[in-house]
């Protein structure tokens, strides 16, 4: 009855003006868009799994393909948001662009968390993940030295760990958007502020705090751009199908959250944004002091100009920390999220990253 | 009869979105900077999570009532499955490196070996 319905109003269309006709079909389109098409797919790199523990996996991606870069690159995603979004799609993922320059590519995926994970820690991660998964990649490598690729919060366990272990052949490290310096976090500064925020309350009465509302927090950064700002970039560019799909693939991404587990976003929230630890060298995993200077491995730190969810002020003070010998700080014209998707990324970021890679691993 | 529209209420949308978005923007920015924000919505949640906990502890007391499980209870059960996966892996790391060194010790063994067949072998021509 409803498909009778719509084709009479399709056919009723014809007799309409032509302006009424053209929003008929976009607000159909839109619609379609919204409601009724599937969930583009990501993450279509070939991989195997080839380590687990509790509900991370670690992936190596195109495996049978040729490696001719004998350094292997172990990417670190953040605990919130999925890490797909470094192999979102075809043509539009930086693992894919690696692979395919014969990188050997693998990725630290740390899962969905349950209540009953809501205990793990940084020094959970940092300690018993992280150590482990660098030991299997160099094993299937077969390599003596690792490259280790850290985005935003991966970025920052990317750099503690790199200073915990001072030991492990770590040859290069490259962060993408990677808050150290907690001082001043813009917007997040002013909410987190201790005197109001109580992150200890939160996180004994939620125990898993949920994605819902570490996406409320980032949307409300701008709410009027973040709530409407892509339905009426949809409803504007409708008819271009590319654009579409890009959309699909951006609003499936920022939906598909995953709940910070409660310890590890009481260290995050209470020692880093509170009281600023890491930069300070004040910060200890398990009763070990982090100290920045122990990073001698080379670095490529890059910040996004537009970034709203960490300034480039907050990742540039690494570098003067370090004792590595060669380091480079790079701000590009770029959000937080398109410092790796986009035609932004594919065109300029893939390429310097993967340079940068191929020149310090020879 | 026209072909056209006086207005375009997609364009009227988009529009209104775009005046909305340049004149409040500002505005709200400034609202969510001042200190008075911060402090209101640090209070909003902690009113929720007063509300939270309550209903954290009744319904954990209905469900202790009912004789079934609580969350935290079936959440220990996980808890004692990972605890497994972590003591297999911890034999599974523990038998690999007795195998590594067992495949080290072989090969010393293996070199002697050969270097007592050879001095034999020197011996008997």
New interface residues.
Partial sequence: MVYSITNQLDSLLDTL????KV?YR??KRVMDVITKEADPLVGQTPKEVIWT??IAKLYRYQPQSKKTNRVPILMIYALINKPYILDLTPGNSLIEYLTNLGHDVYLLDWGTP???D?HLKFDHYILDYIPKAVKKVLKTSEASEISLLGYCMGGTMTTIFAALHPQLPIRNIVLLTTPIDFSDAG?YT??L?E????VD??VD??GLIPAEMIDFGNK??????SY??PY?SL??RVDNEKFVTNWKLMQKWLADGIPFTGEAYRQWIGELYQQNKLINDDLYIRGQRVELRKITANLLNIAGKKDVIVNPKQAEPLNAKVSSEHKAFHIVDTGHVSVVTGSKAINDIHPMIEKWLTQNSN | ?????PF???NM??TF??Q??AN??GV?QEM??K?S???G???T??HY?QA??LM?EKTETFLKSVNLPT??E???V??LV?NV??KL?ALEDGLEEEINQLKIAISILDKKIDKLLSTFEGTEK
């Avoid at chain 1, 003006?17 to 009424?20: K, L, M, S, V």
């Avoid at chain 1, 409300?220 to 751009?225: E, K, Q, R, S, Y």
């Fill in positions: 003006p032509d302006d009424i929003n976009r607000y523990k509790n349950g209540y009953e809501r917007l002013k909410w502020d005197r109001y925020y109580n309350k939160l009465t939620l409300l950064l701008n709410p009027i751009g409407y700002g009426v409803v504007d | 009869m026209t072909n056209t529209l375009d209420p997609f949308w988009k979105y775009e909305t978005d409040w923007t709200i969510l900077k200190e924000f911060s402090e919505m640090g209070e949640l902690n999570l939270q906990k954290n969350r935290s079936v959440a220990d996980a808890s990972i996966e972590s892996e």
